[in-house]
């Protein structure tokens, strides 16, 4: 993407992520309507219908070539992966936003041509807008954000994951989580994908770990870490296909190796 178009997106989008955020604070004392979706936990409320319309109106109205893949049915629903695709969650911790009223975050990403140029991470409740621009560095509230530093022994580190990875499951292997989470100095989880991936980012915690996420959940904050050197891949260390759902494993540089080999990749066999 040519770096003035880049720009301009970008300082759209701030625009319309701020605005955002100042819809949700606002309402945030209001009655809310809450719905399950496939599941009970997955659940969806009216705040994250409104912020998704507000934006894909607002990117249609001013990019209509733009596509748009989003969590709750306004975007499109054919995408190929061509052209410039906007990645939206409106609100990333949806269940976070429902028990605390906090730790959740509206995520905002612009890829073109399938790599990811813009990300924008609103922690909203915080007023964090962390932001990136491909090559160009990640910012908290417009100040730079530093390089990771590299971290290689796992009896220090910080993780983060799901608890339910501890559960028996069809899915993977509860056993191979319980040995990582015995290695490692803490683990802890905040139930916002985006958010964990920015702590990532920020060097809060060495690493996040999730089993099924979809594009909306990660590309922002991805394009964030990717500013500060971490490492987004699959949980198996395969590249990520910006477009389809899969497994996650971000970290600093000096863990990533070790965990995929010596972990994850063996529960990726049963997962695949
Ligand atoms: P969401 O709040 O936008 O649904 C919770 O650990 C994290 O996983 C959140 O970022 C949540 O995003 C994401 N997630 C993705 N798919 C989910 C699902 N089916 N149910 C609950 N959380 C899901
Ligand atoms: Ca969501």
Same mark, same amino acid.
């Given at each position: ?13 701030k625009?319309?992520v701020l605005?955002a955020g100042e819809i949700i604070r606002d309402?945030l004392?209001?009655? %809310? ?12 409320? *009216?705040?994250?219908? &409104?912020? @998704? #319309? ?37 609100i990333d911790g949806?269940?976070n936003f429902?028990n605390q009223k906090k730790n959740f975050a509206v995520s ?12 924008f991470i609103y922690d909203v409740t915080e007023e964090f807008l962390y932001s990136? %621009?491909?090559?160009?560095?990640a910012y908290r509230n417009d100040k730079?954000m530093? *390089?990771?530093?590299? &971290?290689? @022994? #796992? ?33 802890r989880?905040k139930g916002s994908a985006t958010l964990e991936i920015i702590q990532v980012a920020e060097g809060l915690s ?14 922002a904050a991805?394009?964030v ?8 891949? %699959? ?38």
């Open positions: 993407m040519n770096e003035n178009v880049r720009a301009e997106i970008y300082d759209q989008a625009e319309w605005k309402s004392n209001e009655q %809310r309507i809450i719905k399950s979706k496939e599941s009970k936990k997955d659940l969806v409320t *009216d705040v994250d219908k &409104k912020i @998704e #319309l507000f934006l894909v109106k607002e990117i249609k109205r001013t990019y209509p070539k733009h596509l748009i893949l989003s969590e709750e049915g306004y975007g499109d629903k054919e995408i190929t992966g061509n052209g410039t695709v906007w990645a939206i969650d409106p949806t269940r429902v905002v990403a612009v890829i073109h041509q399938g790599v990811g140029e813009i990300g990136a %621009r491909k090559s160009e560095g730079r530093g *390089d990771l530093e590299v &971290k290689r @022994e #796992l009896e220090e580190a910080s993780l983060s994951f799901n608890h339910e990875l501890l559960c028996e499951s069809d899915e993977f292997d509860r056993y191979t989580m319980e040995r990582i989470t015995n290695k490692v100095r803490l683990v989880s060495d690493g996040y770990i999730a089993k099924k996420l979809s594009p909306w959940d990660v590309a991805i394009i870490l990717n500013e500060v050197h971490g490492i987004a891949t %699959r949980a198996n260390g395969n590249k990520i296909n910006p477009f389809e759902e899969g497994t996650i494993f971000v970290s600093n540089k000096g863990i990533h190796k070790q965990i995929v080999l010596n972990y994850l990749k063996d529960w990726q066999r049963k997962l695949i």
